[in-house]
Structure formats: structure tokens, C-alpha cells
């Protein structure tokens, strides 16, 4: 059964670029369907790149070319759920490192804007750690990271 949600991320005519980025980085992604405008537009001309089709980590996705009107913000993001530093290390190298941009506890934006949060399991498993200490060592060191090092999180947790 095909679901009925998809995303739609606004794109300014680089809908297409970052779909074939996603889907080179991540697991379980592709570039579906690629459509061209009908005819003229505000944001382009008739058989320009419309709309692309895509799945990120088997999330629908419809990425739109509007125009510069609408940017990305932060109130968007994407969570992916890291297993180890090297997956940590090649999502973030690969966004930060392709035009993108280093944030705070493991958030990035692309170089189309849009926010990414690589979080390794092992930091949600420090964070909600049973024993409250526990918990605020790995919250206190997460807040001073940019890009999440398990070693150091799970040091801290430790004490």
C-alpha cells in the first residue's frame, strides 16, 4: 500500500541535485520520477525540473522548485538514527563536507538549508539514561559538541 503523506521539501531549483545527493548518502534512498513544468512559472520556465520524486531512508519525498521565495528553517528536520562513530563520521562528512554547514549536538544543515540530525543510539541511550546523573553528564558534554563523539558521550555517562 502506497501512503497518502509525503513530504514536500521547497527546493529553488535544485530539487533534483539534492535528491541524487540523498540518495547517494543515504541507506534506502533513491531518485524516483522527474517532472517538468507543463508550461511557464514564476520560479521557471516550461520544461524545467517541476517537481523529483525521492525516498530518503524510505521516506516519501516530493521536492518541489518554487523559487527563493521559501527557505528551509530549523522547524524541519530529518533524525537519522546512527549505529556507530563511522556512520556518525560519513553522514555528517558527507553533508558538512558537500557545501554543507556544522551546527550544534549533532545537527547540520545541507547545502540546500535543510536541517539533518545525526544521532548516534548511543547518545539517546545516554540521555535517557535510568540514573539522572548518568543522563546529565552525556546532556551536559552533548551540548558543548558540534558533530557527536560516542566515545566521549559514553565516557561522560560512565563518570
Not at 100 to 108: E, I, L, N, R, V
Amino acid at each position: 500500500m502506497v501512503s497518502k503523506n509525503t513530504i514536500c521539501l521547497w527546493y529553488d531549483g535544485t530539487a533534483l541535485d539534492a535528491a541524487t545527493f540523498y540518495a547517494k548518502t543515504f541507506p534506502d534512498s533513491a531518485v524516483g520520477a522527474v517532472h517538468r513544468a507543463p508550461g511557464d512559472y514564476p520560479a521557471g520556465k516550461q520544461s524545467d525540473v517541476l517537481m523529483v520524486e525521492f525516498t530518503v531512508m524510505g521516506i516519501r519525498c516530493l521536492g518541489l522548485n518554487g523559487g527563493p521565495r521559501v527557505p528551509h528553517t530549523d522547524a524541519f528536520s530529518f533524525q537519522v538514527a546512527t549505529d556507530d562513530q563511522a556512520e556518525t563520521d560519513r553522514l555528517w562528512n558527507s553533508i558538512v563536507g558537500n557545501g554543507g554547514q556544522a551546527s550544534a549536538c549533532g545537527w547540520c544543515k545541507d547545502r540546500w538549508g535543510l536541517s539533518w540530525q545525526i544521532t548516534p543510539r548511543a547518545l539517546i541511550a545516554a540521555v535517557t539514561d535510568p540514573d539522572p546523573a548518568a543522563a546529565k553528564r552525556a546532556f551536559d558534554i552533548m551540548m558543548k559538541m558540534t558533530k557527536i563523539d560516542i566515545a566521549v558521550i559514553e565516557a561522560a555517562r560512565r563518570g
